[in-house]
Every structure is written in C-alpha cells, then in structure tokens.
C-alpha cells in the first residue's frame, strides 16, 4: 500500500503535464477549436464591441439570411444611458432597403454597425474566432483617424493589400480610440500619403487592444488581395461617432 501513494502522485502530474502540452499545443496549432471549447465552457465571452465588429464581418462575409448573424447578441446603451439588448439581425439586417446589399443579402461598406459604450472594452483576435474560421487576423492602429471617409478608407486598404498577402482579415482603429495595447505582432509600419495632403499611417499591430468609452461606427470592407486569384480580405474600420 504505501507504494500505491506515490505511483498515484506520479500518475496525476503526468496526466496534468500531458493536459497542459495538448492545451498549449492546440492554442497555437488549432486556435478555432480550443476557443470554441473554452466557450463551450464558459471560459470565453466576447465583450460588446467585439460581437458588434462579429456582427459587422459576418453581415459582409455570410449575408443576413445567414444564422451567424442571427445568434449574435450583445448589450449596448440606448442615447438616454439605459441598457438595451442587441440582436445583430434584427437592428442591422431586418427591413432594410434592397440598395444596402452589396451581393445577395450580403451589407458591406454600407449601413455600419453602432454601439454605445460606458467604459472601455477590449478587443481581441482570440475571441473573433467564430466570423473568420481560424484565419488570421490583425488589429491595425493608425496615427491619423479615419473618421467617416469610407473612400480614403478605401483607397487606403486598396494601396496596402500587398502588404498583407498573409492576412484575411484586418481591423482598423485609430490611435487615438486606444486606451491600452496587448502583445505586438509583426506588421508593416509606414505613411501612405494621399492626393490634397492626407495621409494615415499604420504604427503597429496587435492581438490585442482595449478601446475607449464612447459611441463607435464599425464597418467592414470586401476587397480583392493584389495577387492573381488572391481570396478576400475582410476589413473593418471602427470609428467614433460624432
């Protein structure tokens, strides 16, 4: 019996380092499936924000008849500060106008995503997982805002695809939105200068950021990678409202 003891001790660290090297090993090989079973399980729940930018890619990328759009809920605030809940479909696919769509029941460009937030809220590649099916994804900061120029905006994603050949989807938010950074991740840093004087340029991307309180736009873009027969790449800009 008293050789039965530490057989068990040996048995249970074995099976607890055997555990954690197939949860490291799925977190970096398999990242779609390990975040489904931490979500299965309680462990992850998106903030806000990131099921509104969720809501805004999979309008584009699925279209409205599509029943990701129809689960995604959130909880925003109404212009008077009470709580209200948020059906993606609902507020921002039921009963709009057949010029909306860009194809089929697909919104792109047009009618953006709102939300409301009290405090600020973080955004993160890890829980974005269920729009983009384990693609990559980068969150770009810039120096100088976006605001409501959906065509610089255009021009701007039009000029730098060649620099993302390796990224499905990118998410834009200006520095000055951007309260807190997560891990950096390697990325094209440089000023594209445009006709009149404007110019935006690209500091960094991250895993990771966390997003000041305030009334925000999300809209997301469909364009065609600069390679022959590239795929898509989804790009979504958030900005504040005025």
Known sequence: ??????????FVLAAVIFVVAVWFLLSKVFPNILYQLEKLLGIVRPTPIESAIICSIARCKYGCNSFRVRDINWIDYDDIGRKI??????????GTSPDVYSEGDKICEKMPVTINLK??????IDHLYDVTGGEEIRIQSTKFGLGFSWDLWSSFMQQVLDYLTKTEYVIGVTDENIVA????????????????GAQITLTGCYKSV??????????????????????????TAISKSA
């Open 1 to 10: 019996m008293k050789g039965i003891a530490p057989t068990i001790v040996i």
């Open 85 to 94: 809940s948020v059906n993606c479909w609902e507020k921002f696919c039921s």
């Open 119 to 124: 405090s600020p809220q973080r955004i993160s």
């Open 181 to 196: 950074y997560g891990d950096a991740v390697d990325c094209a840093v440089f000023t594209i200068p445009f006709t009149g």
């Open 210 to 235: 966390e997003v000041r309180e305030g009334k925000y736009t999300i809209t997301t873009f469909n364009f065609r990678k600069l390679i022959l027969a590239g795929p898509s790449i989804y790009a």
